[in-house]
């Protein structure tokens, strides 16, 4: 992490908020406490460029929790609506028609729908073109406004409404949940990390360091979804604290393409428990117990650590 | 004022020069890409003070329109064929967001099956966008149109963008003559886009934001309405000034020969010019022919062309489209505008014609006028769709020679 951070405790967290409460989310979303910690790091100057999601339903004309600038665009463009106003500050500040002090950071937010699937191609473009915007993806792992339908970050043996969990598709989804940070980092951004609001520090530091960074800065937020992994809304934080300590969310940054995992569990708790806190994985252990798929979601979270432990030379002990 | 030889691309490129658009996110599709090219051109060289950037798709090269035009930038743009129909999603919503932006549409017949040459079917597929559009004959009214469309899309009665469209092909590798106007003049008519409410850390301001009234959503919508046919008198205004200034008029229709016509062909774009030397030839014979050109598509100038029209005897509207299962686009939206008219013609042809650019010949064009003196008072005329006894034999031998039948 950077040697010199305003953020050492949890106590530093800024007092300044830019989202009232009231707003229309679901209560205990993690995605939205994502969101809130983000713009405490950016402060008030923002321009969100959202994509269609739980998110946009937040901004419901004529009302909005927000204390700063928004735009809805698409649901596969959103990166390109935030290369229009970029361009368009750039320009207009070189030619004297908008006052510097008029400058806007430049933030997507999707969920991982957008990012992983439909928007794929627009913020490939983005990268490609090194334009200068934060990516926030709150990654519910599905997608979550339209009910709980797979996407391509739906991890493996999580059910959905279209990988519904019946006698022919006993496991739920049976594809492995695509790796966005390392599609990301391969375009050479010179910024990509994930995010836990369980790890509060760890998240406003990378926020922080994104500040200090030229060109796409890019965050895959976990983002604990209540009605859709099924489980109480006041344990969101809990949940998420697990499945970092389970090694599920590795918690990790790369910087020009170097990764380095910024918060590394000494010891990874068994995914059983991790998994057994949900309903989209309660059929893993109801009925009877899917000894395999446990042990496959294990084996791979412990190939995942050991790779990466060999790679930076940190010691961890697999579960 | 200098004359100079160019391109219909080229024209639309002098356009948006003129205008001193600020921001060019484009695209390469054939035949629009020589519009991009030249501005990249004049970007590089220091003759236009704009920021160019090449995005990945149209969808995207749309979304960065409408947002930097929120955000305050004179923006334009341009596609083509299957380019606008992948970004058509972002039409409806840069005119719902209100963003003023010039969008040129180089006319190319829609896939499948691939093709490259003109028709309307990608322009028209954007009528219910929102977008206002102005469809061009000559490269001349290319780049006027494109300064028009910017004064009255900015003009704060209507606040939309606005599509001029260019035949592929037919016009806009065509070199004419083109009056370029000055500078100055251009900047007098067209002052810098002043945004009312861009992003701003002053006054934050939301955009796009979801509206989950119907009611509200109904208001928004004939709200959008209205704007657009605000643009009408607006473009009035505009066309006066204009003409003031350059010396050169534009209706949102045009008539030829059209005072003491009884048979009159309606149509648009470059294809009117043979359909002007049909007119011509017909009154050589003493037929009284005549041609309405439509300038002006959306807001759709129903009176004018109702007033331009009574009293004629018989009509063919020339669709250089087709609509599976209907027929062409233009025919009810003509009719439409005719059917409360007091002296309305007898009898309107529906004429499908020149898709995909098949060249059309003035013989062609004279047999519309030929069934248009045949048509009875009070029947169902029947429709025409253009094709040559040569062409279709030509056609059949090609369909032969895929299926190895005529060998």
Redesign the interface.
Known sequence: MSAVTRYKTLKDLPREDYLTPGGTLCAGCGGLLAIRLFHKVLG??V?W??AAGCV??M???PL?P?????????F??A???????R??????MA?G??PP????KVVVVTGDGAAYDIGY??T??AI??DLDFYYLCYDNEAYGNTGFQMSTSTPYGSASKTTPVANGNPLGNTRNKKDLFDAWRIQRAPYVATLCTSHGVDFLRKVEKGTTIHGPKLYIAFAGCPTGWGFDPRETIEIEKLAVQTGIWPLKESVDGVVHHTTVPRTLKPVEEYLRTQERFRHLFEPEVKTEAVKRIQASVNAYWKEASAAEGFEIKLA | MTEQLMTGNVAAATGARLARV??V?AYPITPQTEIIETIAWWVADGKM???F?Q???E???L???????????RVFTATSSQGLLYGM??LY?ISGWRAPMVLVNVARGVAAPITLEPDHNDVLAARDSGFMQFHAETCQEVTDLVLLAYRVAEDRRVMLPAIVNLDGFYLSFTREKVNVPEQSKVDAFLP?YVPPH?????K?????????DGA?YSHIRYSTHAASLKGKEVFAEASRSYEELFGRAYGPVEGYMLDDAEYVIVMSNSFTALGRQAVKRMRQKGIPAGLLKLRMLRPFPAQEIANSLKGKRVLAVFDQNLAPGLGGILYPEITSALYHTKGRPEAVIPVVGALGGKQTTSKEMESIFEAMLKVGSGSSPEPIFLMRDTELKRVHQLVARATKEGS
Do not use: C
Request: no cysteine; charged share 20%.
């Open positions: 008030e100057n321009v460029i959202n946009t339903i901004m419901t004309y909005s927000l204390k700063s600038n928004w735009m809805y665009t698409a596969a463009s990166p390109a609506g935030a290369q229009g106003v361009d368009a500050l750039d320009v207009l030619k028609k908008v002090t008029e400058d806007l191609q627009a490939s473009g490609d073109r | 600020d921001y996110p003070d704009t920021r950037v995005l990945e798709s969808h995207s090269m979304t960065a329109a409408g947002t930097a035009a929120l955000a305050g930038a999603e972002m919503n810098g861009p992003f701003s850390a002053t934050p301001v939301a955009k796009g934001t979801s509206v989950m509200l």
